[in-house]
């Protein structure tokens, strides 16, 4: 609920910040600490992914483990 609300805002600021023509600092620095903490996010799962189980995956050869 609140996500979806928080992008349709963000979409609404950086509509205006078009017309600006320049992004802030302050929201360049909170979209990199964004793109960073779903990067540490991605990671947990795809080492997950890469030992086999649950979550889609499975690797080597035969595909166990």
Do not use: F, H
């Amino acid at each position: 609920m609140e996500k979806t609300e928080k992008k349709k805002e963000r979409r609404r600021r950086e509509e205006e910040e078009e017309e600006e023509g320049q992004m802030e600092k302050t929201e360049k620095r909170r979209m990199r600490r964004i793109r960073m903490r779903t990067k540490r996010r991605r990671g947990k799962w795809r080492k997950r992914r890469r030992r086999g189980g649950r979550e889609g995956g499975g690797g080597g050869a035969n595909g166990e483990n």
